[in-house]
């Protein structure tokens, strides 16, 4: 009975411990569930098994299943310890060929969002993001290009994440890596969440939308919200920001989507708090600018401005939203406790900067608020996908053969540069999905019997699969549309179906079968060597054989006799022509043999004009130069070589570009300057980088010209005359001197001469009126053309422009300033980073300097003075550009408005984040300023 009782008792405790623990392996199950339609793929994971994040308490896989081809790699040891998740740790690169595909389970017709992750981490070992080079590569959504990886001069540790909100066009969805030549494609990780089909409702078939920012305001711990805050496992950035004049609200009450609007399913913890300002403050500016690492001209942005009153003491709150300075949306007013997005239904913004003013209305007794606000850009589904039928087809064959060692990924005929190997696709029907009209497969190993997929491709007109080991027969199926079938070669015994052969016998096929075991017996015409049967004759092969011989030993020796001739000119022609007087000026001059070992054989190209070109060269000691080879050769065609080379012979001074010397050649005129690494100013204020130049640095260069200018007219005797002052004549060196150059139109005259008579010269938009209508030259005539280049500093803007009709910028700028403030001119990449007194006696002094008569003009040395008042004492000029500087002055009797900028580089206000979006930079606060 003990025994027995024993038994009992151990059996039971038994089925206990078995119980618990299969509880225990459901609870784990359940905790490590992935929510339905969620993907997660760790790229280079070189483990079958999944594996448990514990930040998401989701499984991870590895990704052969999803791809072919590449290589497993581990990120550097010293980056391994910094990661924050496994994923960052492993990836798989791509070094084969020009595009590798992940292929994504998927339903069709279902919206998604798709992520993916890359951490460099030095994984190679050749410090690809950071040895200076260009380290670029491409994705495609689907056939579609979707963004550019830009990891050049890129911290390796850090992640780059890209998204994209898309439809799946069938029942899997495809993400291409591209090979641009300029590093090797890697990807890290893969995420795809299905999104509601009433989300994003911009989305659609021909419309994707990639991620450029999501951001989250008020107080949050977590530097990125996503799963499960958010059930679709969306980024939302923190604007955390405590200092004033922020002011972070939060709401214990529930807030709510209005019934039946799911547009975009923003969670209530993220809702439920948000941002505004101290009641002294009326505006809030976003500022969307692009990262260096990116600079997309094309790029057209959506915003979605998403609020929530949560303030319920008082919420008399009120303001207009403008785009641009365009009023998007006015006098709008948060719903109490209840969510409203906002956003322009198709209206993508086409600039590739943005300036979006929340602005307080004069009824409103709060300043605006912010919940939470999204940006994304267009990326056009404009290419069409494969004929479905070719597609299954083509693919039942890729498997069948086992023919993913050719490289084929992705679609099979679109985009066209990346069209299968093998394959030609017919193109000629633009709203039509591409055929497939030829496959070739020769001398590829193929073995087996032949496929039946073939045969099922229905636009299929030539199919080459000879040199083969097929074996069996053909398969008995009709297909009209072939018009030749080589299947020379190969091992093919079975019958030829009567279908086959009736094609054949009417001349609509041309049959190939020689070299196969089905013609041993056989003397039909399909058998017989197809070569012989159409080869040309032997004799005319021996004719084209020689004449091509021929052809190629003439064109050797004429290209043979023009480059010893041009070796023997380069040596002596231009030698003998070398100008036998000298124009007696204390400067060095060069043979032209010394400008080509200077500049290499004018290898390197930095600037063209109507004069001619400017090659980069270096001096014997070292010293970087630029060498103008003006399009004149001689002294006496040239009315800018001389003037040029007698005015800098004679003027020294910091603001003024240094002539080392010339080259007067009969064939050649050429001057040779110091080089200026950062271009000119024209480069900077219009095409270059949109955080160059900030308000103290512009007014650096405004002095820096102005005292060189003040050099000429003043120090000079005779005075000179510069005649075409403008930005494009003014240099920067590396720590952005400016720098007076290009003389060719300068003149002098004595001091005892007010002015001179000559014909009118100068650049549209830069003459003085006065000059043009009198040609009678001063001075002021320089002191004009300065008050344009100031007006350029200050607006950005050219000097002639469309707005809508062609305007000169002194004009525009009085417009402006009678409809409204000094500040609706200020160039809007300053992002209101200015002291406003300073900008107005700046704007004040320009419009000094224009005056129609010249009487009415300040001196250059007037001008210096005045500017350097504006310039603090203790300022000294950055040595790089890029960083706004944080001084502003405070003026209680103009409105305060805040900005947040969206700009640089995503997590800039959160340094210890690893994650980055590689387009734009979390919002950076910028500081509290004078408004308009």
């Known amino acids: 009975m003990v025994m027995i009782s024993f038994s009992r008792s151990a059996s039971t405790k038994l089925a206990w411990i078995l119980a618990l623990l299969l509880i225990l392996v459901m609870m784990i199950q359940v905790r490590a569930q992935i929510p339905p339609g969620f993907i997660n793929i760790d790229c280079g994971w070189k483990d079958s098994s999944a594996y448990l994040d514990k930040a998401l308490n989701m499984q991870y896989r590895f990704d052969d299943e999803y791809v072919e081809g590449g290589q497993n790699h581990e990120i ?54 950071g040895d200076g080079s260009l380290f670029l590569f491409g994705l495609h959504i689907g056939v579609n290009f979707w963004e550019a990886v830009n990891l050049s001069n890129w911290d390796p540790s850090v992640t780059v994440f890209k998204e994209v909100l898309t439809v799946a066009p069938s029942n899997s969805l495809s993400v291409c890596l591209i090979n641009f030549g300029s590093g090797i494609p890697f990807i890290s990780s893969l995420e795809l969440r299905p999104l509601q089909d009433t989300m994003y409702p911009f989305v659609n078939t021909s419309v994707s939308v990639s991620y450029f920012q999501r951001v989250r305001f008020g107080k949050v711990t977590d530097f990125i919200t996503r799963y499960p805050v958010d059930d679709y496992d969306r980024f939302w950035e923190s604007w955390d920001r405590t200092s004033y004049p922020w002011i972070n609200l939060n709401s214990t009450d529930t807030v709510k989507s209005p019934p039946g609007i799911d547009a975009f399913n923003v969670p209530s913890a993220i809702i439920e708090q948000a941002s505004t300002l101290d009641t002294n403050y009326s505006i809030i500016n976003i500022a969307v600018a692009q990262n260096p690492n990116r600079v997309d001209t094309n790029m057209q942005l959506l915003p979605i401005f998403h609020f929530a009153e949560i303030n319920e003491s008082n919420p008399n709150r009120r303001f207009n939203i403008y785009n641009n300075d365009v009023l998007i949306f006015s006098n709008f007013s948060p719903p109490l406790l209840q969510v409203e997005s906002l956003y322009q239904s198709g209206q993508f913004l086409r600039n590739a900067y943005r300036y979006i003013t929340l602005n307080k209305t004069a009824n409103s007794s709060l300043p605006p608020l912010i919940n939470a606000f999204e940006l994304y850009s267009l990326v056009r589904m404009d290419n069409l996908t494969t004929d479905s039928n070719d597609d299954n087809h083509i693919r039942e064959i890729k498997k069948q053969y086992n023919l993913g060692r050719i490289s084929w990924n992705g679609d099979p005929c679109s985009p066209r540069d990346y069209s299968w190997e093998g394959l030609t696709c017919d193109y000629s029907k633009s709203n039509q999905n591409p055929r497939i009209v030829t496959i070739n497969l020769s001398s590829r190993g193929l073995g087996g019997g032949f496929s039946i997929s073939f045969m099922n491709m229905t636009s299929l007109e030539n199919l080459d699969l000879s040199r083969n080991n097929l074996t069996g027969a053909i398969p008995d199926y009709q297909l009209n549309s072939l018009k030749v079938l080589d299947l020379s070669n190969n091992k093919l015994d079975g019958p030829i179906p009567d279908s086959i052969l009736q094609r054949v016998q009417t001349g609509q096929l041309d049959l190939r079968l020689q070299g196969n075991p089905v013609c041993s017996n056989s003397k039909d015409v399909y058998c017989s060597d197809n070569n012989k049967r159409k080869s040309t004759p032997t004799w005319l092969i021996v004719v084209i054989v020689l004449l091509v011989l021929i052809s190629l030993v003439v064109g050797m020796y004429i290209l043979w006799k023009l480059y010893w001739k041009g070796k023997s000119g380069d040596n002596e022609d231009y030698a003998m022509y070398e100008e036998e007087t000298p124009l007696h000026i204390d400067i060095r001059r060069f043979t032209y043999a010394e400008l080509k070992l200077i500049t290499n054989n004018f290898q390197s190209i930095v600037g063209k004009g109507g004069f001619g ?250 001008v210096v003075s005045r500017l350097k008042v504006w310039l603090p004492v203790s300022s000294s000029k950055q040595s790089t550009s890029g960083t706004p500087r944080r001084k502003y002055s405070m003026d209680a009797d103009i409105p305060k408005q805040f900005q947040l900028m969206i700009s640089g580089v995503s997590g800039a206000s959160n340094p210890s984040s690893s994650f980055q979006s590689g387009h734009t930079g979390g919002l950076t606060e910028i500081s509290t300023f004078s408004g308009r």
Not at 712 to 720: D, G, K, R
């Open 613 to 862: 070109i400017v090659y980069y060269g270096t001096l014997e000691n070292g010293d970087e130069v630029a060498v103008k080879v003006l399009m004149e050769t001689s002294i006496d065609e040239s009315k800018d070589f001389l003037p040029e080379v007698q005015t800098l012979s004679k003027v020294h001074h910091k603001n003024l570009v240094t002539l080392q010397g010339y080259c007067q050649n009969k064939k050649c005129l050429a001057l040779v300057y110091d080089f200026m690494p950062r271009g000119n100013l024209q480069q900077i204020l219009r095409g270059g980088d949109i955080y160059s130049l900030d308000w103290e640095q512009r007014l650096h260069i405004a002095l820096d010209s102005a005292q060189g200018l003040e050099y000429l007219h003043e120090s000079c005797t005779p005075s000179i005359v510069h005649r075409d002052v403008k930005t494009a004549n003014i240099l920067l060196d590396k720590n952005l001197v400016g720098i007076i150059s290009d003389f060719g139109l300068s003149r002098a005259f004595n001091d005892a001469h007010t002015h001179i008579s000559t014909v009118a010269a100068g650049t549209l938009g830069y003459l003085d009126p006065e000059y043009h209508a009198t040609f009678q030259l001063t001075v002021k005539t320089d002191v004009y053309s300065f008050g344009i280049v100031l007006l350029e500093i200050i607006t950005g803007q050219p000097p002639v422009f469309n707005d809508p009709q062609t305007v000169h910028l002194p004009n525009w700028v009085r417009q402006k300033i009678a409809k409204g403030s000094i500040h609706d001119v200020v160039d809007k990449r300053l992002l209101d980073q200015y002291d406003a007194s300073s900008l107005e006696s700046v704007i004040d002094l320009a419009m000094n300097c224009v005056e129609n008569a010249a009487i009415d003009r300040p001196s250059m040395t007037e």
């Open 76 to 129: 550097s040891p010293e980056f391994i310890a910094g990661t924050s998740n496994d994923q960052q740790k492993t990836l798989r690169s791509f070094p084969d060929g020009s595009r590798n595909c992940y292929t994504l389970p998927s339903n069709s017709s279902t919206k998604y969002l798709l992520r993916a992750m890359f951490t460099y981490g030095n994984y190679d070992r050749l410090n690809k993001t």
